[in-house]
Nanobody
């Protein structure tokens, strides 16, 4: 079992930056993949970025070039650096993880709100 706790959300102006962190309750070396998802009001949840234990990364087209996902093994955290934020990035952001190589995400955090508005 893995507990995930997100932090770092808040209100930011368009064009600004935020850094989200996802703290895991166990060594992230044992977690195969960690990802960030988001869900805006009235919309389906969507995948934003994923990082594997080998530091392979994937990004959705909507955030590519603006967001960066990274792992900090010493702190057992996975971070999402978000730059050039747009109002359409407003959503609840969730951290998720799976220990298996394939399959759906097994563990989810409680979410953190990101609001991009002037």
């Amino acid at each position: 079992q893995v507990q995930l706790v997100e932090s770092g959300g808040g209100l930011v102006q368009p064009g600004g930056s935020l850094k989200l962190s996802c703290a895991a309750s166990k060594s992230i070396d044992t977690i195969y993949a960690t990802a960030w998802f988001r869900q805006a009001p009235g919309k389906d949840r969507e995948s934003v970025a994923l990082i594997s234990r080998f530091n392979n990364t994937l990004y959705s087209d909507s955030v590519k070039g603006r967001f960066t996902i990274s792992r900090d093994n010493a702190k057992n955290t996975v971070n999402l650096q978000m730059n050039s934020l747009k109002p359409e990035d407003t959503a609840v952001y969730y951290c998720a993880a799976r220990e298996s190589v394939t399959g759906t995400m097994q563990y989810w955090g409680q979410g953190t709100q990101v609001t991009v508005s002037s």
